[in-house]
């Protein structure tokens, strides 16, 4: 079942700008992972901030996790136009493999 | 470089004629993983394997079948299509169980049913 709902659905902006984008998730999680599928194509792994964690970077990505909250956000600086595509956060629960996924926020980035 | 292919990428079968897609994966991954993701929603989990074990989702229609001959390959199977059948669908890997694994997509399988 859907545990992640992103915000917003959709995200439309300039290239230089900054994006983000938020999931929020409802039961308690071992770690939270962040995906990006360009049109047409299958997911590709961004980034994983476990439970015990409330903030990761990589790139010009930075995660960042409220597990009181049961929210986690992603923000992409200095946006290029490569970066439209649609992200989606995925939970995965304790003692379960399984990832659960949301509907995604779709970023269209104007050059 | 290691990677999940899909096969066909593009797939039209007619109302009710059997339809087989493929996935193979060069990662040498314990998991393999079959989801549904239809336009502009999440993806849906239907099964996956753990080796050669199986574990179909509870609510995944029985229409759907999945076969893993080997490590490096796994099938799905959609005995009679409907039109709601109509979907990407994505095969992942993961290496093993633990959760903290990230999973690995292939570019995924547009299906139509016409």
């Known amino acids: 079942s859907q545990q992640g709902e992103e915000d917003p659905q959709a995200l439309s902006i300039q290239e230089g700008e900054n994006a983000t984008m938020n999931c929020s998730y409802k039961?308690?999680?071992?770690?939270l992972q962040w995906y990006r599928q360009n049109s047409g194509r299958g997911l590709v792994h961004l980034i994983l901030?476990?439970?015990?964690?409330r903030e990761k970077h990589s790139g010009r990505l930075r995660v960042t996790l409220d597990t009181s909250k049961k929210s986690s956000s992603l923000l992409i600086t200095a946006s290029r136009a490569a970066d439209t595509a649609s992200y989606f956060c995925?939970?995965?629960?304790?003692?379960?493999?399984?990832?659960?996924f949301g509907a995604g926020t779709t970023v269209t980035v104007r050059a | 470089d290691a990677m999940v292919i899909q096969n066909p990428r593009y797939q039209v079968t007619q109302f009710g004629k059997p339809v087989t897609l493929s996935c193979s994966q060069t990662?040498?991954?314990?998991?393999m993983y079959w989801y549904q993701q239809k336009s502009s929603q999440a993806p849906k989990l239907l099964f996956h394997?753990?080796?050669?074990?199986?574990?179909n989702e509870a609510d995944t229609p029985d229409n759907f079948q999945s076969r893993r001959p080997n490590t490096s390959f796994c099938f799905l199977d959609i005995r009679s299509p409907g039109l709601g059948d109509a979907a990407m669908y994505l095969c992942a890997t993961s290496r093993d169980w633990d959760s903290i694994n990230e999973q690995f997509f292939g570019p995924g399988t547009r299906l139509t049913v016409l």
């Open positions: 901030i476990r439970s015990n964690e």
């Open positions: 394997y753990y080796d050669k074990d199986f574990n």
């Open positions: 990662l040498n991954h314990n998991v």
């Open positions: 995925a939970t995965a629960r304790s003692n379960d493999y399984k990832l659960s």
């Open positions: 039961t308690s999680i071992n770690n």
